[in-house]
């Protein structure tokens, strides 16, 4: 039995034991350009996945890569997003401040990439994953965070607290709080 | 109901006259730079020029008594030139005695679109000169999902285009060069989740002239970077927000290779594409007229003294109430 998830960039089979991850070739983009841009994102992914369970997170472990696949292990659980709480979020902003520490911005934070398995939150989809220490870059991933509380919960102010409180113990730096408050102020993300 | 519509936010003096079915006059006149990119106080001199030869000649085209009201782009552009559209606009509406409605230009670029290709609730992917974006109405208002971090595709594409000694318009050259390119220059591929870059991509396309690549080739695969690049942020824009449909609109939304590329997009997720006709994807005075009847239509009118110009007036700030 085999589940399919088709996102924007990557189609997502989930088999008993693993999950492959694929990236299938764009018809739109001659094929010079779409398979160095497949091969790249793929190996940066597996790549980032390794970095950040090196840092102490809990991801996938990486079962194999092909030039356009990413085989991993299958995380059974629950999608975070279905048993969201206080105490969770806050274990997700300790998560964060790792990954920042060790200079991954995530990219696409949401409580619907991660999963939470015996008592463990895993963090998946690396697809938007990239390096970086620039003030900007985590607080635009911490902003991308809290919208998607934003959408998805009533209590979404508690579990902002909650999540930045977390991300402050466990070594998430000030100025990136600061920073996070200028971005929330720009245009483009005022809430009415 | 009949609306007249002045444009000119940046290169483009143009009145357009609606009304709720067809468009019943269009007049332009384009700014054309003598060298260079666009100086916005030399624009803003071309448009108070022209602005009385143009609605000269649509007057010619229409009765001003058959007017209902008068709308004006109000913003997002270049400071001078928007002066002379408002300026002009207030005239106009003093002197037939009749409501004035400030459009935002991003908003009527969206708003002909679905007008004249009945699309309902699309992703909109604006490419213009000074914007990129990518847009959706949530709930009351239209949101911008992803833009340029930098400059816009319509710029990075002249500018291209100047480098390699090509005459104004840069777009329409780049595009007959492309299709006679033969070999694809690796070019620097900027997506970060729903925004793009294309400053790089400029820079590096700039250096393949520098080192004899042949023109042709600079072009294709200038195109075909970036518009992949576009096309990669609009299905990303549309798988996350659950839409099946995709408008192209704005100026540089007139180059058929960028076209067939969002179409085979779409055809591939099953989603329909869509584009208005020529005339109206380009800034044009009958898309501010068009949104200024449906907002007037919806209660909106804008008093002189709330006329001023809104030179960095976002999509969002807009409240749709159709
Ligand atoms: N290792 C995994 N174990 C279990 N489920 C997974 C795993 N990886 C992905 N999934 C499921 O597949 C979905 C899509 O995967 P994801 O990597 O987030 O792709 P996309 O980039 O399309 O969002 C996830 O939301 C999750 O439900
Ligand atoms: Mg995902």
Redesign the interface.
């Known amino acids: 039995m085999v589940e399919v998830y088709?996102?924007?960039?990557a189609e997502v089979r989930i088999y008993e034991d693993f999950v492959e991850k694929i990236r299938r070739r764009?018809?739109?983009?001659?094929r010079?350009?779409?398979e160095?841009?497949r091969k790249k994102r793929t190996r940066a992914e597996a790549r980032i996945i390794s970095q950040a369970r090196k840092a102490g997170v809990a991801t996938p472990i990486i079962l194999d890569v092909e030039n356009d696949k990413i085989v991993m292990e299958r995380i059974r659980g629950d999608e975070l997003k279905d048993v969201m709480n206080e105490e969770l979020c806050r274990e997700v902003g300790k998560i964060v401040a790792k990954l920042h520490s060790a200079g991954i911005i995530h990219?696409?934070l949401t409580p619907r990439n991660m999963i939470y398995s015996e008592g463990k939150i895993y963090v998946i989809d690396f697809g938007?994953a990239?390096h970086s220490h620039e003030v900007e870059a985590k607080g635009v991933d911490l902003h991308?965070f809290i919208e998607s509380l934003k959408a998805a919960y009533d209590n979404w102010e508690r579990l902002k607290e909650a999540f930045l409180q977390g991300y402050l113990e466990s070594g998430g730096s000030e100025e990136v709080l600061e920073r996070l408050k200028e971005i929330e102020q720009r245009?483009?993300y005022?809430e009415? | 109901m009949i609306a007249l519509g002045i444009e000119g936010t940046a290169w483009n003096l143009s009145v357009g006259v609606v009304n709720e079915k067809e468009v019943l006059v269009l007049e332009n006149s384009p700014y054309i730079p003598p060298s260079g990119g666009i100086h916005p106080r030399e624009a803003a001199q071309h448009h108070s020029e022209e602005i009385g030869k143009v609605l000269k000649k649509v007057f010619s085209k229409i009765d001003p008594e058959k007017i209902d009201l008068i709308a004006f782009s109000q913003g997002p552009g270049l400071g001078p030139c928007l002066r002379i559209v408002a300026t002009a606009a207030r005239t106009l509406a003093l002197k037939l005695e009749k409501p004035l409605v400030g459009v935002n230009h991003c908003l009527a670029h969206v708003e002909v679109g679905k007008w004249t290709t009945k699309a309902k609730n699309p992703v909109a992917v604006y490419v213009s000169g000074g914007n990129t974006q990518i847009i959706a109405k949530r709930g009351k208002r239209y949101r911008v999902f992803g833009e340029t971090l930098d400059i816009g595709l319509g710029n990075a594409i002249d500018k291209l285009a100047r480098y390699m000694g090509l005459p104004h318009p840069g777009g329409p050259r780049i595009e007959e060069l492309a299709k006679m390119g033969r070999r694809y220059l690796k070019l620097p591929y900027v997506v970060k989740g729903m925004d793009l870059s294309f400053s790089g991509v400029v820079t590096a396309a700039q250096k393949y002239y520098d080192a004899g690549e042949k023109k042709e080739d600079i072009a294709y695969s200038f195109q075909e970077t970036t518009f992949s690049m576009v096309a990669e942020v609009s299905e990303r824009a549309m798988a996350f927000l659950e839409l099946d449909e995709l408008l192209l609109v704005g100026g540089v939304g007139a180059n058929k290779r960028l076209q067939e590329i969002l179409r085979i997009m779409c055809e591939d997720r099953g989603a329909k594409f869509y584009a208005p006709p020529k005339e109206l994807m380009g800034d044009n005075g009958a898309m501010i007229a068009y949104t200024g009847l449906l907002m007037y239509k919806h209660g909106y009118e804008t008093k002189i003294e709330d006329s001023r110009v809104l030179p960095n007036f976002r999509i969002d700030e807009v409240e749709i109430r159709w």
């Open positions: 088709r996102g924007g960039e764009k018809r739109y983009r001659i010079e350009l779409d160095e841009i990219g696409d938007l990239f991308v245009g483009r005022i009415r």
